[in-house]
Nanobody, 126 residues
Framework: QVQLVESGGGLVQAGGSLRLSCAAS????????MGWFRQAPGKEREFVAA????????TYADSVKGRFTISRDNAKNMVYLQMNSLKPEDTAVYYC???????????????????WGQGTQVTVSS
């Protein structure tokens, strides 16, 4: 069982930056692939970024590639999402998720994730 708690969301102007954090409970954090997803009002949840269990492989949605960076610290049971050059279309609730799939690349589909945080709101004003 893994419990996830996100933090770091807020209101920022377009072009600004935010760093989201996700704290995970449990002794086997390093066995999980981790992902960030987001959901805007009236839209489906979409993939943002993922990192495999060791941190050696990362994957990004095309819409955030070059602007967002996912990282993890297995010693601290933390995963991060650094978001730069934010755009109004990045406005959404951002969710951290954990996957039990031990694969070289963490999955991009939400159906492969087993545990979810409660989400943190990110609002980018124009």
């Amino acid at each position: 069982q893994v419990q996830l708690v996100e933090s770091g969301g807020g209101l920022v102007q377009a072009g600004g930056s935010l760093r989201l954090s996700c704290a995970a409970s449990g002794r086997t954090f390093s066995n999980y692939g981790m992902g960030w997803f987001r959901q805007a009002p009236g839209k489906e949840r979409e993939f943002v970024a993922a990192i495999n269990y060791s941190g050696g492989s990362t994957t990004y949605a095309d819409s955030v590639k070059g602007r967002f960076t996912i990282s993890r610290d297995n010693a601290k049971n933390m995963v991060y999402l650094q978001m730069n050059s934010l755009k109004p279309e990045d406005t959404a609730v951002y969710y951290c998720a954990a996957s039990r799939m031990l694969v070289p690349a963490a999955p991009a589909s939400p159906k492969h994730y087993d545990y979810w945080g409660q989400g943190t709101q990110v609002t980018v004003s124009s």
